[in-house]
């Protein structure tokens, strides 16, 4: 069936994945975005208070993460990424001032979990069995109905990992998508567990390679342009309408709407989305010599800071589900990151460097079994319609792998997909 041109509106990662694989078929595309900069939840800016680079939120991958990790090489970015020589991942504990690492060795078999060296802490081999129930739970468990909230693993271990991977507490998050991530993350085993950030900055990772290769093969990516409506006719799209222009589609045209859950919501409200999100808090201190430590990052547990980073210049720091902190001021913030910060590197507490506090409050969709059987498929909507995202029916939570997966297969609706240019 010969395709027209394709118009994509939204350049996310979903919206940019779409472009970068219909554009390297040949294909005739067209990419709208509402803002001036193309990459969503995922982008990069410089701070002109702190005179540096900073990333909207410290994003964290792994290296199993197929998807983003061949989108990156079909743009020429793979060098961009910086991933850790292993599956090591160091902890510390805020109130009992323990430190251990979690060394998950190369291959698939688990041997780590038998090696009291290598595992969490006080913990026994028996107790990671729970994760075979987590990997084969149903769509309505949650994440605590399939470990034991009492033990030190909970603790240690499943519920730090929900948080960081899902964004959504454990109790209410669902254990089905969960389990998904740990069946991809921990079946490819420690080869597949590597942790995995950017060099430099998401933007220049993600997003500027590809709007140069988009620019570079002919597809025009035009800013400031925000859909405000749209215009059917029978099952058809007609028109999209967006604030300063009307674009009418031809014969054999299609629409692929990369948009946020909430905007497609209130554009088309016959398409079921998630509507409830969680926050995530990001806080950038700008230090004159930062701690540098093998894995540049670093877990924490029972502290207000859950991750920390640490770049050339700066310490930063995630929080995730991060409703309890996300409405007090950045003064308030910075005050009580600051404060586990001191307290992991032993540092004075009162001396608050400069900072940037960054609240994300829509970051993702709320990983809950309620929101996910929200999520729509990533079919063909109409004749000449496709709806992707993070928050699309991907199995997975609201990721970089989901969002540049969901692309791919909106990709796939329009053209088969064996004519679909892939690394
Ligand atoms: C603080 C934070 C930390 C995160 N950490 C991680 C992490 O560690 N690891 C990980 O894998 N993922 C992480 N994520 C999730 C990841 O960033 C997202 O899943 C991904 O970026 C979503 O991409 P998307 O294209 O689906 O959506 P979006 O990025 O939301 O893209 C939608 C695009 O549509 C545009 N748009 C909106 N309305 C209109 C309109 N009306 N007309 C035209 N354009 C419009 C927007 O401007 C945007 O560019 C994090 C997210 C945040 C916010």
């Known amino acids: 069936m010969p395709v027209g041109t394709i118009h994509i509106v939204g350049a996310g990662l979903a919206g940019l994945s779409a472009a970068v694989h219909l554009t390297a078929s040949g294909h005739k595309v067209v990419l709208y975005e509402a803002g001036q900069h193309a990459g969503g939840r995922c982008r990069s800016y410089h701070d002109k208070e702190l005179d540096c680079l900073i990333d909207n939120g410290n994003h964290l991958m792994l290296s199993c993460n197929e998807a983003a990790l061949s989108y990156l ?6 060098d961009t990424l910086q991933i850790a020589k292993g599956a090591i991942f160091p902890f510390m504990e805020i109130g009992s001032g323990k430190q251990w690492t979690i060394k998950m060795g190369q291959g698939r078999f688990p041997g780590w979990v038998f ?24 769509r309505w468990s949650h994440v605590n109905d399939c470990v034991d909230k009492k033990s030190v693993l909970y603790k240690r271990f499943w519920q730090p990992l929900c948080v960081a991977i899902m964004n959504t507490q454990a109790e209410e998050a669902s254990a ?41 093969r002919g597809t025009a990516i035009h800013y400031g342009k925000r859909l405000r409506s749209i215009e059917m006719e029978v099952d058809e799209i007609k028109t999209l309408h967006f604030v300063d222009q009307d674009v009418g589609l031809e ?26 999100f969680r926050s995530i808090v990001n806080a950038h201190f700008k230090v004159a010599v930062p701690p540098k430590s093998e894995t540049g990052i670093l877990g924490v547990i029972g502290g207000h800071v859950e991750w920390v980073f640490e770049k050339p210049s700066m310490i930063s720091t995630t929080t995730s589900a991060a409703e309890k902190i996300v409405d007090l001021s950045a003064e308030e913030i910075a005050a009580l990151l600051w404060a586990d910060i001191a307290r992991v590197y032993g540092l004075n507490a009162e001396a608050v460097p400069p900072y940037r506090i960054v609240k994300e409050k829509r970051a993702t969709f709320a990983a809950t079994p309620e929101e996910i059987i929200r999520r729509p498929a990533i079919a063909a909507r109409n004749t000449n319609l496709v709806v992707c995202g993070d928050w699309t029916n991907t199995g997975l939570p ?3 792998e989901g969002a540049i997966r969901s692309g791919r297969s909106a990709a796939e609706q329009i053209i088969p997909p064996q004519t679909l240019a892939k690394i």
């Not at 991809?184 to 933007?203: M, R, T």
Request: hydrophobic residues 45%; aromatic residues 8%; glycine residues 8%.
């Open 398 to 400: 609201s990721t970089i």
């Open 251 to 276: 014969h054999l045209d299609w629409v692929i709407l990369a948009l946020p859950a909430w905007v497609i919501n209130d554009l088309m409200p016959t398409v079921p989305t998630p509507t409830s």
């Open 73 to 78: 090489m079909m743009i020429g970015a793979e």
């Open 115 to 138: 090696d009291k060296n290598a595992r969490v802490p006080d913990t026994k081999w028996t107790d990671y069995l729970e994760a075979m129930k987590l990997t084969s739970a149903d």
């Open 176 to 216: 089905q998508v969960f389990g998904n991530v740990l069946r991809e993350a921990f079946g490819a085993g420690g080869i597949g567990c590597k942790p995995v950030i950017v060099k430099e900055g998401l933007s220049q990772s993600f997003v500027e390679p590809a709007e140069a290769y988009l620019k570079e």
